[in-house]
């Protein structure tokens, strides 16, 4: 199987995911990811593309709406060193942080790195995916001296009806017979005050985390609120680089991840509704220079409706590619503005609506009627102000 | 040096033109002796210019360091040795940077230059040159070995003299290091040169803050030269006791198992052939 990312679907199933993808490796789903997923659940375009492992962010530009956003190299490169200074020397500053905030007593300090299994650069997932199952099991079984600290484990989610590996880069810790999530992010606390904007979205991304371990538990047998839905988030602290630590209470997020990742429509149902020639192969040769024409995959694209929202910008990498085509559309409005105006899809109806140009439908009648009052005041105040 | 390689390179020349014009000739057996000519001298061309990368290096590093101290050989000593030094002080295996920073401090000089790719590269090196000649060095540098697998550990260096145990990490044994590292710091930062005791207590303050009651209760601002390494020792050790007896056991008997199931190279290397499946299960 070409995929590694892919498990647990029928093989009917994963072959034709591989032809929609092409002969390539499937890119990797992530926390971030997931979470941006069930941001826009029904758009079924986003489904298939993420459903099949296409890069996206390379389709985007190839067909010339490149995606104009990701985290920027020197955002990275904190994250990931402020990430290794909480972690260095055995998890040294993350140790003092549980002792002081979660009691976390004196001789819980075992740390398992699962990063690396078994001291090879490259090693499957599979593996790295026994090993962090066998390990979190373990400490959950209550054995005792079974484990604090895991570092990066390895866990799986169904996401539509697909099994995706997820690599998280946190710590899980085990506490009195609990599992906690720490995520460490390299956004500031100020005087106890954070960005709520980043705050979310670690909370969400940590929530996918607590799902996941909650599933590998409950597969396993065990129950799975042991895993905490308070997530411990490490942040540095004021301007300096030390880092602190508060809990935040996921259960919000995992609410609305479990009902978004439920009601997703699953794969399978959504392929059979599909072109059966659909394919988003670049075909790429020998070079890696794509042989495909660009409309030709535009084309494959319109075959499977979007569900286009402003908040696309920020999360999908098609997005401008699909603004583009929501050109009218009072979807391409807003999520308020679409529910204001139900029934009524193009931006030229509303208007003729409003100027009294067009019967309204039955279903129309009262967006009809609210767009004509809006029609009206707009006018009425417009002449107030002698324009 | 310049001028020896000078004259290297236009042998090599020579000997280049030399070969094709006798390959013309079809002249075998002068090929053959001027083929082998050649590759000696591009072997010591190599080596040369490998000499010659050390050299700037560490004339690098020493122009940086000017400021605190020109000490003999100080920083003209080599990556290799600089690593020795500030493992065989903290007496543990660390992490590159752990070590870079140790360094730094108590024997001057900045080793900044020490980064992760320096150091497998030196790996890779000191391996193939045990492979090759086996003990044939006072010293390797080498890696610390998981307690589960006996997998090379994710970034730590280790020396080879050192007993297994010691170089074999067990899932409490970060903790223990940890604390040890602290202690043998500690017991080191009133014999260090005057220019650096500021980036020694430094780094010891670091340590000290993530060990319970390392941080005396002196003068309540804990500032960062208040630390009382009499203090730091007592409490690292005090933790260290909780943890030492099962730590101990766990490296123990790794270290059997590694003596049992591996060679030579693997004991100090790791033995990355082994996975995991079947044995998880």
């Known amino acids: 199987m070409t995929s590694t990312s892919i498990i647990g679907t029928s093989d009917g199933t994963a072959q034709r995911l591989a032809e929609i993808r092409g002969g390539v490796r499937p890119t990797r789903h992530n926390a971030r990811t997931i979470a941006a997923l069930t941001r826009n659940p029904g758009c079924a375009r986003r489904a298939v593309l993420d459903g099949a492992g296409v890069d996206k962010q390379r389709l985007a530009a190839y067909i010339d709406f490149p995606s104009r956003f990701g985290q920027s190299q020197f955002a990275l490169a904190r994250g990931n060193a402020f990430e290794a200074q909480v972690k260095a020397n055995g998890c040294a500053d993350l140790l003092s942080l549980l002792r002081e905030r979660l009691g976390l007593p004196i001789p819980e300090v075992a740390y398992d790195d699962l990063e690396s299994v078994t001291g090879r650069d490259k090693e499957s997932p599979e593996v790295r995916y026994a090993r962090s199952r066998a390990l979190l099991t373990r400490a959950a079984s209550g054995d005792s001296g079974a484990g604090t600290l895991f570092d990066h484990p390895l866990l799986g989610l169904e996401v539509a009806g697909q099994r995706v590996y997820l690599e998280p880069d946190l710590i899980a810790f085990q506490h009195e017979g609990r599992f906690h999530v720490v995520e460490i992010k390299s956004f500031a606390v100020v005087d106890g005050q954070a960005d709520p904007s980043k705050v979310s979205a670690a909370a969400i991304q940590a929530a996918v985390y607590v799902l996941a371990m909650r599933e590998m538990l409950a597969e396993s047998g065990y129950d799975p609120t042991i895993v905490s839905h308070d997530v411990v988030l490490v942040c540095p602290r004021d301007f300096s680089n030390q880092p602190t630590a508060v809990l935040v209470d996921v259960r919000k997020q995992l609410s609305v991840l479990r009902r978004q990742?439920?009601?997703?429509?699953?794969?399978?149902?959504?392929?059979a509704a599909l072109p059966a020639n659909l394919s988003f192969d670049l075909a790429p040769d020998a070079a890696g220079v794509p042989t495909r024409a660009p409309d030709a995959i535009v084309d494959a694209l319109h075959a499977v409706d979007a569900r286009y929202a402003p908040d696309c910008l920020a999360v999908c990498e098609l997005a401008y590619f699909c603004r583009n085509e929501a050109k009218g559309c009072t979807a391409a409005l807003g999520t308020s503005a679409r529910e204001e105006l139900g029934g009524i899809e193009r931006v030229e109806t509303a208007l003729a609506l409003a100027h009294d140009e067009l019967a309204p439908a039955e279903d129309q009648a009262e967006a009809a009627a609210l767009l004509r009052s809006a029609a009206r005041l707009r006018a009425e105040l417009m002449a107030g102000v002698g324009l | 040096m310049a001028e020896s390689m000078e004259m290297l390179e236009r042998r090599i020349d020579a000997l280049r033109a030399e070969v094709r014009r006798s390959v013309v000739a079809r002249d075998g057996a002068?090929?053959?002796?001027?083929?082998?000519?050649?590759?000696?001298?591009?072997?010591?061309?190599?080596?040369?210019?490998?000499?010659?990368?050390?050299?700037?290096?560490?004339v690098e590093s020493s122009e940086s360091s000017e400021s605190s101290e020109q000490l003999a050989g100080g920083s003209l000593v080599p990556v290799r040795e600089q690593v020795h030094h500030a493992l065989i002080l903290l007496s543990v295996p660390a992490a590159p940077r752990l070590v870079a920073e140790v360094h730094a401090a108590f024997f001057g000089g900045t080793a900044t230059s020490l980064g992760a790719n320096k150091l497998t590269h030196l790996r890779?090196?000191?391996?193939?040159?045990?492979?090759?000649?086996?003990?044939?060095?006072?010293?390797?540098?080498?890696?610390?070995?998981?307690?589960?697998?006996?997998?090379?550990?994710?970034?730590?260096?280790?020396?080879?003299?050192?007993?297994?145990?010691?170089?074999?990490?067990?899932?409490?044994?970060?903790?223990?290091?940890?604390?040890?590292?602290?202690?043998?710091?500690?017991?080191?930062?009133?014999?260090?040169?005057?220019?650096?005791?500021?980036?020694?207590?430094?780094?010891?303050?670091?340590f000290a803050t993530n060990i319970p009651g390392a941080t005396s209760s002196r003068s309540g601002v804990a500032g960062h030269d208040t630390v009382d390494p009499a203090v730091v020792i007592r409490a690292a050790e005090a933790e260290r006791e909780v943890h030492a007896d099962a730590d101990q056991a766990q490296r123990a008997s790794a270290a059997d198992r590694a003596r049992r199931q591996l060679d030579n190279v693997q004991q100090l290397f790791g033995s990355p052939l082994r996975t995991l499946e079947g044995k998880t299960a």
């Open chain 1, 261 to 271: 990742l439920g009601r997703m429509t699953k794969v399978d149902q959504m392929l």
């Open chain 2, 30 to 58: 002068r090929t053959r002796a001027l083929r082998a000519e050649l590759r000696t001298a591009e072997r010591v061309w190599e080596q040369a210019i490998a000499e010659l990368t050390d050299e700037s290096d560490s």
């Open chain 2, 124 to 206: 890779r090196d000191e391996k193939r040159s045990f492979e090759t000649a086996p003990y044939a060095r006072p010293y390797y540098l080498c890696s610390a070995l998981t307690a589960e697998h006996l997998a090379p550990a994710r970034g730590l260096v280790a020396v080879s003299t050192w007993p297994l145990e010691r170089r074999i990490v067990g899932p409490l044994s970060p903790r223990v290091d940890f604390l040890t590292a602290a202690a043998r710091l500690a017991e080191r930062a009133g014999s260090v040169p005057d220019g650096s005791v500021a980036t020694v207590s430094r780094l010891l303050w670091r």
